[in-house]
């Protein structure tokens, strides 16, 4: 006779709730269990580390269920999906859920997770007190779905919280083409995970990215006329304002208790739990995830909690009835808006004897960061460079003596016998954080028939988290499989990541089917879904495939391109103008100096390209200050051809032997405006000296003896440095122009986006690029020459916006505004300011 199943409940349909029940079935506790879950959300178990990547509409809301509802009723679980359990009786041991139904249960989990912590500020609500329109938590999917449609009407947006909430958070609006401010109390960013110093590379980082941070700022009052939009701004203790026109608030978590403490369970910031997870006094009842608290302790990481479910699977199903969870080591890998991080343990020295080593290289936003105590790692921090994370985490997780130099944990030398990559560390090692997944549990997925990284990521989730790890799976991967056992996953080949084609079969798809704008592109394409971080590449290409016939939806470009301008780290922009071959006149630079002068220019820079910057011009200026120059846009903004560099050439030196400043002069002018899957540097050199270095442009022209040119592609001279390679040899300047023109348009019709000329180069290889553009082995050149000619015709200066804008926002200006104390007296250490700028408008 089978024996009667006993009755588990859980409440919490979360990832640890969930995630419990995963572990529980693959133990065969399905046959000790019936197994019901309450939910509060109508919906299966989904990733909440992918909510920022859903916000930014990179994926879908279906791309991220772990379990979809079809889960629950093929394992045979009873899922009370969007039924919220108002009562828990531990004495009766029942269940009594919102809409008045009642379950009994023989064991109970409670895994109620965490609710968003709201700060007391005014404003939240409306007079009528509803919550006030435009603010938002950043919790759910629900949360996501209400944000996003309220961004699509709203040019700027404030997320309160620099912690890894309002940071992804952040992310996701600023992927949604809003201007972005993330408003935070604390001294820097993420200051739970990083130091002082790491904060603020963090900071310069994400500044470089578009992002505006204002720190140690506490919001006193979100500012809105009810009935008339909303949220208009906030206003600070410190007196200063910010205009906004929506509110994400990401302030941090709280454990979700109070059903718990209704209960009669011992609660204090968690619900407390003993090392077999129950609720002191009421063994049949236990708890898991961000809402219990074990030894005084709360983890709001997922790594702790997959440690928790596993214990207590192992405990409800008789597979190891004596387990204990007696702690976790809190570390984690994981991606912050696209730039690695990981940490793990404490962030700085706590005792007398700890030792720190750290390196930095902020023009790379790379730091790192070890904290050893007793020749073991008592903590780490690596931002921006984790390689040596999955090495780093072995020794912290088994407390290893890391030897007499920590900094080869770093640097490894080639004599170190530590592990230096995650091919060294053996097969119980983590790689995958987010799920738990080992580096033993890849490779047998890998050996048992998972020969793409697609496929690993899809049997092992490892990677399908924040995606941090998906350069360690793909190691092990390529390590177990060899050469020839990898199969390459088609989407490497994507030109963008949201229309599954490459290049060529991308490029004769928009033509056969006459697509000219990006939204038709997705419709067509992409089966109407769109993707935020696809917009701007297919922009940029549909612009190279229809030149004058393109059109143009600003919603596809990025904050550079819709205001012609480049934004800088404190929102203000920089105005570069067209000055063709670098030489200029007295007139020019009078107005140029007037100009400056008039609109208060924080910094004029003559750039490395031969023009001047006038860098602090706010926004809403941008128009005025164009129409007073009277000079094209520079073009430093975009993806596009930027200038081309000159030496004064035969005129004036006395070892010229070719007029490069008249060749860069008709360069500029034939090809300013020119976009490309990525910006191009020219320069032309008047001898061999080359003192404009065209030999390390994109493209170069170089005068030699005998009135000839010597023409150079895919050189280098920023983070990279490449000598570019000599494609040929010509006799006059309207070879070079022709030839130039050539490769340029071979090079926006092949190129993948975001590749510059010189990986470009090398992909294709300077042998293929001569035979095709020298010696029109294809047949192709007159094609190529024909569409270059069509792109320079179609050439407009977007400078005319000024006169023109697109629409009547397009140069509307967000201000952060400090209240004056008195009259402009500077007591919170700034002038009050002397104008107001609203709608574009200086008031």
Same mark, same amino acid.
């Not at 097969?427 to 080992?438: E, K, P, R």
């Given at each position: 006779m089978k024996k009667e199943r006993s009755r588990l409940v859980v409440i919490g349909n979360g990832m640890a709730g969930a995630r419990l029940v995963e572990e529980l079935l693959a133990r065969g506790g399905g046959d000790r269990f019936t197994v019901t879950v309450f939910g509060d959300e109508p919906y299966g178990n989904y990733n909440r580390i992918l909510l920022s990547s859903v916000l930014a509409g990179s994926h879908e809301p279906g791309d991220i269920f772990i379990n979809p509802l079809a889960w629950y009723e093929a394992n045979c679980v009873a899922l009370r999906a969007g039924v919220r359990v108002a009562a828990v009786d531990p004495v009766r041991k029942v269940v009594t859920a919102a809409d008045g139904t009642a379950e009994p249960y023989d064991k109970l989990v409670i895994a109620t997770g965490s609710a968003p912590f709201i700060p007391r500020i005014a404003g939240l609500e409306d007079a009528a007190g509803r919550s006030r329109e435009g603010i938002f938590?950043?919790?759910?999917?629900?949360?996501?779905?209400?944000?996003?449609?309220?961004?699509?009407?709203?040019?700027?947006?404030? @997320?309160?919280?620099?912690?890894?909430?309002?940071?992804?958070?952040?992310?996701?609006?600023?992927?949604?083409?809003?201007?972005?401010?993330?408003?935070?109390?604390?001294?820097?960013?993420?200051?739970?995970?990083?130091?002082?110093?790491?904060?603020?590379i963090l900071r310069q980082k994400l500044e470089g990215m578009g992002l505006q941070v204002h720190l140690g700022k506490s919001t006193r009052e979100v500012v809105g006329e009810d009935g008339k939009g909303g949220v208009t701004g906030l206003r600070f203790e410190d007196g200063g304002t910010l205009e906004c026109d929506m509110v994400v608030v990401a302030a941090g978590i709280r454990p979700n208790v109070a059903l718990a403490r209704e209960a009669g369970l011992l609660v204090e910031r968690g619900i407390v739990v003993e090392d077999d997870l129950s609720c002191p006094g009421y063994p049949d009842v236990h708890?898991?995830?961000?809402?219990?608290?074990?030894?005084?302790?709360?983890?709001?990481?997922?790594?702790?909690?997959?440690?928790?479910?596993?214990?207590?699977?192992?405990?409800?199903s008789g597979r190891e009835p004596r387990a204990s969870y007696t702690g976790s080591k809190v570390s984690t890998k994981l991606k912050v808006m696209g730039v690695e991080l990981a940490v793990m343990g404490i962030r700085e020295r706590l005792e007398a004897g700890d030792e720190e080593i750290t390196y930095e290289d902020p023009s790379r936003g790379v730091y790192k960061k070890l904290v050893v105590r007793d020749g073991r790692l008592a903590g780490a921090v690596l931002l921006g460079d984790a390689s040596a994370a999955p090495v780093l985490l072995q020794s912290f997780d088994r407390g290893q003596d890391i030897g007499p130099d920590p900094a080869e944990l770093l640097f490894p030398s080639s004599g170190a016998s530590a592990p230096r990559s995650v091919l060294d560390l053996p097969?119980?090692?983590?790689? /995958?954080?987010?799920? #738990?997944?080992?580096k033993g549990r890849i490779a047998y997925s890998a050996r048992n028939g998972c020969r793409s990284l697609q496929?690993?990521?899809?049997?092992?989730?490892?990677?399908? #988290? /924040?995606?941090?790890?998906?350069?360690? @799976?793909?190691a092990i991967l390529?390590?177990?499989?060899?050469?020839?056992?990898?199969?390459?996953?088609?989407a490497v080949h994507y030109y963008v990541p949201g229309v599954p084609l490459a290049k060529p079969d991308l490029v004769r798809e928009i033509r056969r089917l006459g697509l000219r704008s990006v939204s038709s592109v997705f419709a067509a394409l992409a089966g109407g879904r769109e993707d935020a971080a696809s917009k701007p590449g297919l922009a940029s290409l549909l612009k190279t495939i229809w030149a004058g016939e393109y059109e143009d939806e600003r919603d596809a470009r990025f904050i550079n391109d819709r205001v012609h301008a480049n934004i800088q780290k404190d929102g203000t922009f920089s105005v570069v103008p067209r000055i063709y071959g670098g030489v200029t006149t007295p007139g020019e630079l009078r107005r140029i100096a007037d100009v400056a002068e008039r609109h208060q220019a924080r910094m004029?820079?003559?750039?490395?390209?031969?023009r001047i910057d006038l860098l602090g011009i706010p926004k809403a200026r941008l128009p005025q200050v164009w129409r007073e120059l009277g000079m094209p846009s520079g073009h430093a903004y975009t993806k596009a051809f930027r200038t081309c560099k000159t030496c004064v050439g035969s005129d004036f030196c006395r070892y010229g032997v070719g007029d490069s400043t008249a060749l860069g002069i008709a360069i500029e002018r034939r090809f300013q405006g020119i976009e490309s899957p990525h910006k191009m540097k020219l320069a032309t050199a008047g001898c061999p000296r080359n003192c404009s270095e065209a030999t390390t442009k994109d493209l170069g022209a170089v005068a030699i003896e005998g009135g000839r040119w010597e023409l150079y592609v895919g050189g280098a001279a920023g983070s990279r440095v490449r000598k570019g390679d000599l494609l040929c040899v010509v006799e006059a300047h309207e070879e070079v122009l022709r030839l130039m023109g050539r490769f340029m348009q071979y090079y926006r019709e092949n190129g993948k986006y975001l590749e510059r000329t010189y990986d470009f180069v090398e992909r294709i290889g300077i042998e293929k690029v001569r035979a095709v553009v020298v010696q029109d082995e294809e047949g192709i050149a007159a094609r190529l020459d024909a569409a270059m000619e069509a792109a320079v015709d179609a050439y407009a200066d977007p400078w005319g916006e000024a006169n023109d804008p697109v629409h009547p926002l397009q140069f509307a200006q967000v201000l952060v505004r400090p209240r004056a104390s008195g009259q402009g007296d500077g007591r919170d250490g700034r002038e009050a300011p002397e104008e107001q700028v609203v709608a574009g408008e200086v008031r």
């Open positions: 938590a950043f919790r759910t999917l629900d949360d996501c779905s209400a944000i996003t449609a309220y961004a699509a009407r709203c040019r700027s947006a404030a @997320v309160i919280g620099g912690g890894l909430l309002g940071l992804e958070a952040a992310r996701g609006l600023l992927e949604r083409g809003l201007t972005v401010h993330v408003v935070h109390l604390m001294g820097h960013l993420m200051e739970l995970q990083l130091d002082a110093r790491g904060g603020a708890a898991i995830g961000e809402c219990a608290q074990h030894r005084g302790r709360v983890y709001g990481l997922v790594a702790p909690l997959w440690e928790q479910a596993e214990v207590l699977a192992n405990r409800l097969d119980d090692a983590q790689i /995958c954080n987010c799920n #738990g997944v080992s496929a690993v990521c899809g049997a092992t989730r490892a990677g399908t #988290g /924040c995606g941090g790890c998906r350069r360690d @799976v793909q390529q390590d177990v499989l060899g050469e020839g056992g990898l199969i390459e996953d088609p004029i820079k003559i750039t490395g390209g031969q």
